[in-house]
RNA sequence: GCCCGGAUGGUGGAAUCGGUAGACACGCAGGACUUAAAAUCCUGUGACCAUUGCGGUCGUGUGGGUUCAAGUCCCACUCCGGGUACCA
């Protein structure tokens, strides 16, 4: 009875699905765990082997946690809108909705051959209507609240209304946009005169008319709309956040990207800035991943200064290092700053409206490479808060327009940016530094002494800071400032596949649909693109209106179905909220979170993000979705090359590849093994390789070059699980992937070792036979093979409890290596195995515990816990150095002292030897470690 | 540039608290079985020296340091990977 992995995985596939034995219901009377894998985007080209690493990592630990008792929910779900399906609509006409329904399924079909451990009775898909009703309804919450700084909490906008009603906007400390008044005042309808600075009484508010009080709402809302600068991409037809743009192009596609002003609906993230950064102290995720997050928020201490320039103009500029304020020799502006205008003598206004107007052309990839300086001076001056000189105002387009106040403060002494560009322009550099040397770099050091800074003078920056605002605070020309990078994020798409907003349009105003009229679904249209007119693709729609009034026409981003999805899962069916109060509190956070690391600044800001913003509203008892988190890292693909000699159709063995000029081509993977070719299967593969030669190497075989590079289908590189797992079956799949090294880790394809892992569950296989049938006996194990199972439990149950999933399969080679040369087949001992197996192999772990007699399947059986009367062993291998290096192994008692280990090593024959004569100057004895005689 | 990781045999990796470096597996070599091959099993396998046996020296990217003892801690550097950037 050999191990013949495709019936049993069959049987049990079949078993499992049946007596749904992987479906969970709440259970108050047990400890619940929630283990949960980031769900994919179903993809046309269907898993490769990379995608399940994770979520094999993820079951493992989840049939884990089962065996210890707990009541896991481990949920899978796909996230079905996306870019792709649709640009497949566009090409074929086919409604995306059918080729999601495509893909999902041939996923669903890959997953369930990996024999995953999810409950599929919980499946979500962001695209279902069922789903997205509850995103829609979680949008119409941010657009009715606001941030109240005051407690630091969204609030019900609601409250905020009552607030206006008693007492106008007195009182009102809320998170709004940096002078939002100045663009109410040009763009709103509205009752203020020039002087309004946004404030304004309970009268004003209640003469205000329904529209001019949406309007002003509009500034305070958590989702608002509003015209700002966004990410245009021409080539996809739709605004990206800054999150899917890679230097400078679209992450999809690589499309170019300019900044343009659109009406679009935008979330109020910059107001969780600093819950967000510090928040992370709370959650256990790795390093890197809260340091992406951290630098992303971009959180920089330091002062808005203002500069009284001419005609009654302020310049406000934010600096971290106000303490070299005495060092100011001119100001920048952006190009796109408000006062350049106004600033720009006549002489100078040709030249300035002429850089202006060509960096307004430059995208920001163009300005990116370019690294040369460029500025030109306004003919303005401005003067310093201190001094009071006047000092020029110039501008350049390396101070940008978003960040900060879009001005900065040039201080060329101690920042090399200022240095530069002093140099550059031949600007005064002014040494406020008692000891620096200025003539080639910049003083960027936070210890140097300040000098003609007048009271600022010996102090060092951490002195100086506070002096200086101190000081600015007192005349008002500044004060201390934290600045955080992080803008909000844009929140329409000009897209089809995505989730409608819930919002129509009464004379223009925004009405958000009511909860009982959700969802919102998705019109049909006659073609998946812009309109004529260059509207999104949902204007096509007849009938996409309500009561005569126009729908809002754009869609929902990507990232707004994934930040919530978590919680769908613990009550996806639930048809009055979007999860159950008492769901939501049993199931709680989310315990083990397993995805990929490039979600760093998207997925896992947005979720955290909603998932305040819903705990704020008291909708969640916490305020973190993801408790724990590991990122598995990205499986390469090894792709092979062959060398076609140039002009002809002859082929060359990678080793003599340099006898000719060569050109690289691709082979698919399928054709090559141990890196040599099957050169009749190349001939077949491709039309044009059928009259190919080959000329060989010394042992008549054609090798093939190779490199690591991710897999793509154009690579010819992409392992699927599939072909694995009809090979070796999935339970051997499962723990190669795991036996590869530790998930974190990137790291190539290879399935050099696989043969060796599939052979550990045979020979595991084999320990329950006897002349090729089941056979196990019921005798009484001897300590030796107690041993060996106990010290397996501690092993695995250590390195489970630190997620370390790569040497338990070794372990569990070396208990089998072991119980197979002491000819063990008993009961005794091979039962706790089978349970410490399970997560790891379940199909064969089910088979056996089946054979074993057992009725019961073995996912619910306890786990084994190792019990340290079978470990304590008598006599411990002393490893005897001299002086740091090993020379003998002395067996000793375990349990004796330290004193008497030392009597026993001095009176061994060898000591003597390795003394050469010499007396000991110290012995270091450290009981069941190790000794060291120091000479 | 800045921030965060990492570097261990021919290969993937192990070494959890500073205590026998190289577990486990692949690959390779030799052997058994076989007409042969595959499969399976056994033995060996860090490098160098010695080899009849005993053994010896070196060795975790490089250089230094702390320690009885360093892959592990500290300092400096090199290379590789990831993130990010005219961020004031």
Known sequence: MEYDFRNIEAYWRKKWAQDESYKVTEDPNKKKFYVLDMFPYPSGAGLHVGHPLGYIASDIYARYMRHKGYNVLHPMGYDSFGLPAEQYAILTG???????????????????????????????????????????????????????????????????????????????????????????????DHIFSAHFEGEFTDTDWKSMSEAQKEALLMNYRVSYLADSLVNWCTALGTVLANDEIKDGVSERGGHAVEQKKMRQWSMRISAYSERLISDLDTIDWPDNIKEIQRNWIGK?????????????????????????????????????????????????????????????????????????ISGVFTGGYAQHPLTGDQVPVWIGDYVLAGYGTGAVMAVPAGDQRDYDFAKHFNLEIKNI??????????????????????????????????????????????????????????????????????????????????????????????????????????ARATNWERNGMPMECNTMPGWAGSSWYFLRYMDPNNHSVFASEERIKYWG????????????????????????????????????????MINQGMILGRSSFVYRIKDSNTFISFERRKEFETQRLYADISLVDNDKLNIEGFKSWLPEYANAEFMLNENSEYTCGWEVEKMSKSKYNVQTPDELIEKFGADTLRCYEMFLGPVEQS?????????????FLRRFHRLFLENETFSVSSEEATAAEMRVVHKTIKKITEDLERFSWNTVVSACMIATNELTDLKCNKRQVLEPLVVLLSPYAPHLAEELWKNLGHSTSVMNESWPIAENKY??????????????????????PAGMSAADVEAEVMAHDSTAKYLEGKSPKKIIVVPKRIVNVVM
């Open 433 to 538: 530094f008692a000891e620096s040397d200025l003539s080639e770099k910049a003083e960027t050091s936070k210890d140097a002494l300040l000098a003609n800074s007048d009271f600022l003078n010996g102090m060092n920056y951490y002195a100086a800071f506070d002096a200086v605002c101190e000081r600015l605070m007192e005349i008002g020309a500044g004060e201390k400032r934290v600045n955080y990078r992080l803008r909000d994020a844009v929140f329409s798409r000009q897209r089809y596949w995505g989730e409608p907003f819930p919002i129509y349009y009464e004379n223009g105003i925004p009405r958000l649909i009511e909860t009982e009229e959700l969802p919102t679904q998705l019109p049909d249209v006659d073609a998946y693109l812009p309109t004529e007119s260059g509207e999104p693709p949902l």
């Open 300 to 372: 920089s201490s330091g002062a808005r200064v203002r500069f009284q320039a001419e005609k009654e103009v302020t310049i406000e500029v934010f600096t971290t290092r106000p303490d070299t304020l005495y060092g100011v020799s001119f100001l920048t502006l952006a190009p796109e700053h408000e006062s350049v205008e106004v600033l720009t003598t006549e002489e100078q206004r040709d030249a300035v409206s002429e850089y202006v107007a060509n960096s307004k052309l430059k995208t920001e990839r163009e300005r990116m490479a370019e690294k040369k």
């Open 589 to 628: 956070q989310v315990d083990l979170y397993m995805g990929g690391a490039e979600h760093a600044t998207g997925h896992l800001l947005y979720s955290r993000f909603w998932t305040k913003v819903l705990f704020d509203l008291g909708y969640i008892p916490f305020n973190e979705p993801f408790k724990k």
């Open 94 to 188: 086919q409604h995306p909705a059918k080729t999601t329904e495509q893909n999902i399924a041939r996923y669903r079909e890959q997953l369930d051959k990996i024999g995953f451990s999810y409950d599929w009775s919980r499946e979500v898909r962001t695209s279902s209507p069922e789903y997205y009703k509850w995103t829609q309804w979680i949008f119409g919450l941010l657009f009715n609240a606001w941030y109240d700084l005051e407690t630091n909490k969204t609030r019900p906008i609601s409250e905020l209304i009552a607030k206006f009603e008693e007492n106008g906007s007195y009182g009102v400390n809320a998170h709004m946009d940096e002078d939002w008044w100045k663009t109410y005042l040009l763009e709103a």
């Open 871 to 892: 470990l304590e062993e008598e006599n411990f291998e002393y490893a005897i150095s001299f002086n740091g290096k090993t020379r003998f192994f002395l067996s000793l």
């Open 747 to 759: 790291k190539p394809w290879d399935t050099k070792g696989i043969s060796g892992v599939h052979n």
